[in-house]
């Protein structure tokens, strides 16, 4: 994982294994930045499983979800823990995004 500036409004962006992260986008209308479109979202599944953290904070955008419905892949949204537990018992055809910071 490594940090850069990006060039458009001195945001951070966080990669991880390739992917990306426009750090503060959308914070202000969420008061955490929310995964969104704007993500590199594992979009080959049947089933995407969302991990929100511990508590629960991390906000899920509406156009994240309409994307889901329109792809007609399954969105399951819960906490970091719950999804673990249910990506144990059923990992067929499931992709999954889970945060682990809060």
């Known amino acids: ?16 294994g390739g992917g990306y992260l426009w750090v503060g986008e959308f ?23 969302i991990g929100t953290g511990a508590y629960g904070k991390l906000p899920v955008t509406e156009e994240l979800k309409r994307e889901a419905q329109r792809r007609k892949i399954e969105l399951v949204i819960l906490s970091t823990v719950d999804a673990i537990e249910l990506l144990k018992e059923n990992p067929e055809a499931t992709n999954a995004i889970l945060h682990v910071t809060c």
């Open 1 to 16: 994982m490594g940090t850069s500036q990006s060039p458009m409004n001195g945001r951070k962006v966080i990669t991880w």
């Open 27 to 49: 914070r202000d209308a969420y008061g955490h930045t929310p995964l969104s479109t704007e993500e590199e979202i594992p979009w080959k599944c049947r089933r995407l499983v």
